[in-house]
């Protein structure tokens, strides 16, 4: 199982990240907007996600054109050889992708909401593909089941691409996921501090360190 943080806050990445429990980190551009993270702050932010204990940044190219992704996408690429080229699941992100793919860079088709679209990306050679659980059932669709479908015609076509489930509205989504067989999986950093704050956890911990106390540690 590969746990991401969609995140590009590195106050709060940081502490998450050095429990060992998260593969790496996700964005993209509204995210870096939310933070406040310019362009210029891409390796530097890089840099300090990998130091912290990410063993991959993935990072989204930006660009009306082909051309313009496709660029974009080897920048970031040269930032660290750990990063992940995100692209977008239209014609052009497509198209950049499957030139990336052919130089060997690891990319990821995102903002994803069908199942033809993951083939799509496993037809450019993506590693990974980007559904959005909690948009698709915004818009009224069952997120799950697409997703479902999603796994399961990459398995039967044998892809090598992945599923990164995004768009995580809830602790119980991941495990929801993970029986459907998604193994990648990326969300906000707000969930991630609920997966450490089981109210019975904590209680049976207090009571631990209680007794010992009593015993004389």
């Not at 590969?2 to 590009?8: E, G, T």
């Not at 398995?155 to 599923?163: M, N």
């Not at 990326?186 to 704050?197: G, N």
Request: aromatic share 8%.
């Amino acid at each position: 199982m590969r746990l991401f943080l969609d995140s590009a806050n590195l106050a709060q990445l940081q502490p998450l990240l050095r429990t060992g429990v998260f593969y790496g980190v996700t964005t993209n551009p509204w995210i870096l907007k939310e933070s406040g993270l310019f362009v210029a702050e891409l390796p530097s932010f890089t840099k300090a996600a990998l130091q912290a204990g990410a063993r991959e940044v993935y990072l989204q190219a930006w660009g009306r054109q082909t051309e313009d992704l496709y660029r974009c996408g080897q920048s970031l690429a040269a930032i660290d050889g750990r990063v992940v080229v995100k692209l977008p699941a239209t014609q052009e992100g497509l198209s950049a992708a499957s030139r990336l793919a052919a130089e060997g860079v690891r990319t990821c088709i995102t903002a994803v909401y069908t199942p033809f679209q993951a083939l799509l990306a496993s037809a450019v050679g993506a590693a990974l593909v980007a559904p959005y659980l909690g948009r698709i059932n915004d818009s009224g669709r069952d997120g799950y089941a697409i997703i479902a479908k999603m796994a399961e015609a990459l398995r039967r076509t044998a892809s090598g691409t992945e599923i990164l489930a995004a768009s995580i509205r809830s602790t119980a989504d991941l495990v929801t996921l993970a029986q459907e067989g998604v193994r990648c999986i990326t969300f906000s950093t707000q969930i991630a501090e609920r997966l450490f704050q089981e109210p019975m956890t904590l209680e049976a911990t207090l009571v631990f360190e209680q007794s010992m106390q009593e015993v004389g540690a």
